[in-house]
């Protein structure tokens, strides 16, 4: 331990502690902007400087560490002074366009330029001018709202290791982005959107898609369903200002209703369908000897980064579709013929923790009810706006229940929504189809948490099967590593490309960090608990579904609607 | 910044293998990413997106990281110098004469900035510091060729002679700015 003194308190920290974390044990703030803990650490926007006793020059708080008897002072008129110019500098670079802005009211530069002081920008610089990369339907770039934090950069090679995004050129011309400051449709990237998450200004964001679902809504000829995929209903609360970890099922759905959706359904069903299929996949091709591992297929930003940068465990692949695609398909045919509307009039929309989930329903093979499967996917934070948009008091709202029979879903389903929680509703479901046993607990607690790599065991008839859970890309890359070299024989893999799995979604509230991931995972274990079914095998809306509709797993129909393929998309792509 | 390819993004198989071999010889090593730019640079005189592929798969590391070093070292470059390379002094004394203006009407008449080459391959410019004839600035070079005591409104008539070449030979051709130095 060492101690030192900040504003005339005495702080004891571990050694090897920066100034910025001793004076937030202390209770003290130090405005930052280029930091981002456990992330990025790299010093180079000088927001946080503080005066240092005996240096000469202030120090910026967030690399220097904190040593013994060290004295600082974090708020006199000169550090007050220093940061004021120095954001007064990046600003002078900055469009100002707040009012305009998607992070107006939700922007680390403007909450600093408040927090501050900043009224007027002495400085007349040269300003960035940049065309704007929309190229995508997932993510939009925005260079000119870009200060060079280089969060994006750290979180793209570190936490995800897909290498889209880097500091490019010197100087002035200085730019965040893909080589040849190419367009993101033309690079290898999963579309994750965790830069998006990182970025504390509207340099990087989500394609919005409100106003599409708007006029869909207002169209009186149109069917207008929507599904919420696991994960929203742990998050939604807290873009609407409550805190982290809050479950808001029955205000999320009773808010969707009065948007005007004329079907508020349920992801999570279309989740306990997937592991009807995925779980009968994994049996057929243990018995079969088809490809193993099988590696699970519901995050389209795994799928996309795999079939660019590991087009070789395509075959590992399950073809089962993800749960949003799934439902889709079955929304403008079961649900459409049941109620005898014609899907040419149907509109369905998925509310996802995903920017990826934008260009799933893009593919062009992701039609196989004849239309579009699902016409639109926006991510919590676009439904958080439509709310607001609308004018709905979200905390005063009276809960309500999910319409049926697509809104029906089991404690398995929920558990999409937080890394592991695929591998373990297979787990409780593949162990009761094979024993015919029930399994006395549904617990899977090895699969669970932020461990980057976690791997279990479950003792089936004649064999024991070895599964792993990855999440996050560069954990993914870890794994299939190993299984390349030979070095583990997995049976089964569970992979998400976001940190914690959807919970930790590119389409999230911003801020996400790790504690926060770690209380919306509690919520989500919280959900399963509640439910009065926790195994996809028993709910029964699905059980109807086989009888009046599919037949049985692994059909025909079930191929032709629940089941897709995948192809290379190269690594090096065209720029 | 903007979306830049070109003509200049391709390898012949005799280059590619040159790259190749280059690849070979560094492979391993610590840190050989940036060796290896330096040999290629210095083979080919600059390094085509091809060969940063190149480099990208066999070091397995993203193309866009390759990209990022060649742009940040100012030794690297994209495009290869043209076949008439302009060099505009800015050293002090040029710099007081007026050699910004002489570099805006460069970038005005070639469409190109210090570092770039034109599309044609025709003409490329950098900026150096002082070329020893601070007497006669604002001063430029355009290969063997120097011109002194310039005004932004010669650029366009030294320019048409090289865009003239292959029309009529330039090196036959009248000349008032050139001064020996
Ligand atoms: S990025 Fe932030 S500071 Fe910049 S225009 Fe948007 S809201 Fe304003
Ligand atoms: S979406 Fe993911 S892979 Fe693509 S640039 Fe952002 S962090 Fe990198
Ligand atoms: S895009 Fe955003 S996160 Fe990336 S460097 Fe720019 S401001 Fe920072
Ligand atoms: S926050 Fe410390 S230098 Fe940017
Ligand atoms: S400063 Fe230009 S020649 Fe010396």
Redesign the interface.
Known sequence: MISLNINNQKVKVEEGATILEAAEKAGIKIPTLCYLKEINKVGACRMCVVEVEGAKTLQAACVTPAAEGMVVKTNTPFVRKARKKILELILSDHPFECLTCVRNGNCELQTLAENLGIREVGYQGEK?E??IDTSTPSIVRD?NKCILCRRCVSVC?EIQN?????????GF?T?I???????LADEPCSLCGQCVLACPTGALHEHEDIDRVWKAIEDPNKHVVVQTAPAIRVTLGEALGLPPGSIVVGQMVAALRRLGFDKVFDTDFAADLTIMEEGHEFLDRLKNGGKLPLITSCSPGWIKFCEHHYPEFLENLSTCKSPQQMFGALAKTYYAHKNRIDPKNMFVVSIMPCTAKKFECQRPEMVDSEYLDVDVSLTTRELAKMIKQAGINFDTLESEEYDAPLGISTGAGAIFGATGGVMEAALRTVYEVVTGEELKSLDFIDVRGLKGVKEAQVELPGITVKVAVAHGLSNAREVLEAVKRGEADYHFIEIMACPGGCIGGGGQPIPTNTEIRERRIKAIYEVDKGMKLRKSHENPAIKRLYQEFLGAPLQEKSHHLLHTCYAPRG??TK? | MSVKTSSFDKLNPEQLLKVRQIIKKHQGEDGALIPILRDIQEELGYLPRDAQVEVAQKLNIPLSEVYSVITFYALFSLKPKGKYHINVCKGTACYVRGAEGILEKLKDVLGIGPGDTTDDGLFSIDVIRCLGACGLGPVITINDETYARLKPDNIPGIIARYTDVGTKDYEERPVQEKVNV
């Open positions: 960035t940049s065309y260079p090679n897909v290498g889209i995004l880097f500091p490019n050129e010197r011309n730019f982005g893909p080589a040849y400051g190419a367009l690594k090096y720029s």
